[in-house]
């Protein structure tokens, strides 16, 4: 994945040369064509080049155009670009990137360009008769900018790291929202502000626009809309015929690459689809496609798992299932046997830069992509934003009144749309006081009292009453809650493509997809008899085996992580006497209970809140050792 750079000094007479190859330094370690530094005046572009399409072998960003007195770089795929190439007078017949189609666009549209570009990119530029600076970004790609302004400069770069090797500052943590990403307390608030682990250091939330003149930045989200009308069809089949072609039309756009594509394959709803789909118009080209999933390596241990009741332990039945259906994937299988798991939390935190909520799963997804990419892959397709579009639940408590539901399942109907909707408008604060889920999720993280006590976290659930279980008005409001939470793997997704030279592609996020999304019912997720999720189950019907379609239970990742850590326990002792002997840990967490507890992974597991017990000391490792960077 390329990424993209800058300097903007505030003060011409300060322009600093080396600045930008401190920027540069962690970068050229990743896997690149080439590297192209352009800079005028103060003002200072890089770009750190990735073959992506087969069209970036055109590549000539970043430039600056004298005629207009301006310094541009962008990166990214876009979708439309048949559509922009009349649009912008352009011809079919010329070599030209994405990224000049961009500029193009940029040239035409000014700052209402993010409007006109579908796809994953990012766009800069600096107008010097204006000293006005213009970023923007895309909806939901698996892209990144991050952002740092000083007294002297604004930088900015695709990744974290060229933030945090700039020279002469000392970048501290950001306490609150350590606290909030580790706890889930106000959590959710904080993600369209860009807030990062670092102090001073933002992100450009998805879906946004930055605009920076004479040292003062503002902000604007322009996408999702604030309002969307709802199509409203009287035979069903309309919405699932309509979606299905949206989603292969995203599919198709994604399988434009440099190097061949392949896919994730959990044997769920949303990486089966995306694979599926994608089989599908391969097999069409004479092409297979190729799909990584990781499975369970201690399979015994799985046998008499009380999670077994509740959670699909093992995936493998359903893999093997999609694979034969389709007959057009190639699969490899992955159990990651030698990959400690200790090994790949700490692998985690030099990628990302930071911790992140499912430490446990770190090891298998560094497994894939190093695979992926030492396979000579140079996409990889996901469906990690299908909760939130193609395999959304519907809302249950925001169905329409229906005879239909009432005689097919009154005891659902009358819980589900009469109950739920009293309790939630009149004895809210009773029902969630009986239910305190976070403040038993916020105990179970370490914490030391004194840190509960400055930030005021009990007090502020108890008086705000905060909780897991999130009460909508609308099912808008449901959907774009959804959306939010997705760009925290979004930033993953980046930081993961750009250290092992891969695109992560997502369709089940593509703006179209995301559009109609958003304008089909409630109702039309959920039957007649309360089965949820319906939508995909009809536009994958005969696309995908029933066993996976209708299967009763989710997945669960890591399900053999017991042995895993038993059989790497040696790697989790250096681990531990870091955190020991780390102040600023000690500060933040009870060290002393930490290690008492970690015997728990020699427990028998026999309920599932053990297993649940293992992950969050594992998180609760990587977060406290991640504050040696700040120590």
């Known amino acids: 994945m390329s990424l993209l750079l800058g300097l903007i000094y505030l003060d011409e007479k300060n322009v600093d040369d080396s600045c930008m190859e401190k920027m540069l330094e962690p970068l050229r370690k990743f896997p690149n064509e080439n ?35 301006m310094l541009f770089v962008s990166i990214g795929r876009i979708d439309n670009r048949d559509e922009l190439i009349p649009d912008l007078s352009l011809s079919k017949q010329d070599e030209m990137s994405d990224s000049f189609i961009m500029l193009q666009a940029y040239l035409k549209y000014g700052d209402q360009v993010q409007f006109h570009l579908k796809g994953d990119w990012s766009l800069v530029a600096y107008h010097y008769d204006t000293k006005k600076l213009f970023i923007t970004r895309d909806t939901m790609g698996y892209t990144s900018l991050f952002y740092y302004q000083t007294e002297e400069y604004f930088a900015f770069s695709s990744s974290i790291k060229s933030i945090l090797n700039l020279p002469g500052q000392r ?66 089949q ?67 798992n009380p999670l077994a009741r509740i959670r699909e332990l093992d995936e493998y039945s359903n893999i093997k299932a999609i694979v034969e259906h389709s007959g057009n994937i190639k699969p490899k299988y992955l159990s990651s046997s030698d990959f400690s798991p200790f090994k790949g939390m700490e692998m985690g935190l030099e990628i990302l830069d930071g911790p992140v909520h499912g430490a446990s799963n770190l090891y298998w997804i560094i497994d894939l992509f190093t695979s992926c990419a030492q396979d000579g892959f140079g996409t990889v397709l996901t469906g990690e934003g299908g909760n939130g579009s193609i395999s959304y639940t519907g ?33 809210k604060r009773f029902w969630f006081r009986k239910n305190p889920e976070l403040f038993k999720y916020i105990q179970s993280m370490y914490l030391n009292q004194s840190v509960l006590d400055s930030f005021d976290m009990i007090q502020d659930i108890e008086k705000n009453q905060f909780n897991f279980q999130i009460i909508h008005s609308t099912a808008y409001e449901a959907k774009i809650r959804l959306n939010q939470l997705y760009t925290p793997r979004s930033l993953s997704g980046a930081a993961w493509g750009q250290y092992f030279g891969i695109e992560l592609r997502d369709p089940t996020c593509d703006i179209d997809v995301m559009n109609y999304f958003f304008k089909i019912p409630n109702d039309v997720f959920v039957d007649s008899h309360y089965q949820f999720r319906m939508l995909i189950k009809k536009m994958m019907r005969n696309k995908l085996p029933e066993q996976v379609l209708f299967a009763n239970k989710k997945g669960l990742q890591s399900s053999d992580l017991t042995p895993r850590i038993l059989h790497h326990e040696k790697d989790m002792f250096p681990i531990m006497d870091s955190i020991k002997n780390n102040a600023l840990a000690n500060q933040y967490f009870n060290t002393k209970q930490l290690m008492e507890d970690l015997p728990i992974f020699h427990a028998k597991l026999e309920k599932g809140s053990a297993f649940e017990k293992q992950q969050k000391i594992l998180k609760t490792m990587q977060f406290a050792h991640f504050l040696k960077k700040f120590d």
């Not at 800079?39 to 155009?65: M, R, S």
């Open 395 to 427: 809302v249950d408590y925001l169905l329409p009144h229906s005879m239909e539901r009432l005689v097919n399942q009154p005891f659902q109907y009358v819980k589900s749309q009469v109950i739920k909707p009293i309790v939630f408008n009149y004895f």
């Open 171 to 236: 970048i501290g943590l950001n306490e609150e929202y350590y606290i909030s990403y580790l706890t889930i307390w106000r959590f959710e608030e904080k993600i369209d502000t860009g807030v990062t682990f670092h102090q001073d250091v933002y992100y450009l939330p998805n879906g946004h626009s930055l605009c920076l003149t004479n040292r003062n930045k503002t902000i604007q989200k322009y996408w999702p809309l604030t309002q969307v009308n709802e199509i409203h069809y009287k035979n069903p």
């Open 35 to 69: 590297i192209k530094i352009t800079q005028n005046k103060e003002a200072v572009f890089a770009k750190v080049l990735t073959y992506g399409t087969v069209e970036d072998v055109y590549d000539i960003l970043p430039l600056f155009l004298s005629e207009s007195n």
């Open 238 to 304: 309309n919405y699932i015929d309509e979606f299905l072609e949206i989603f292969q039309v995203a599919v198709q756009r994604r399988l434009r690459s440099y190097k061949p594509v392949a896919s994730m394959l959990s044997g769920g709803l949303d990486s089966s689809s995306v694979s599926v789909i994608a089989a599908e118009l391969l097999k069409k080209q004479g092409q297979t496609l190729s799909t990584y999933s990781h499975i369970p390596f201690y399979k015994e241990f799985l046998l008499n």
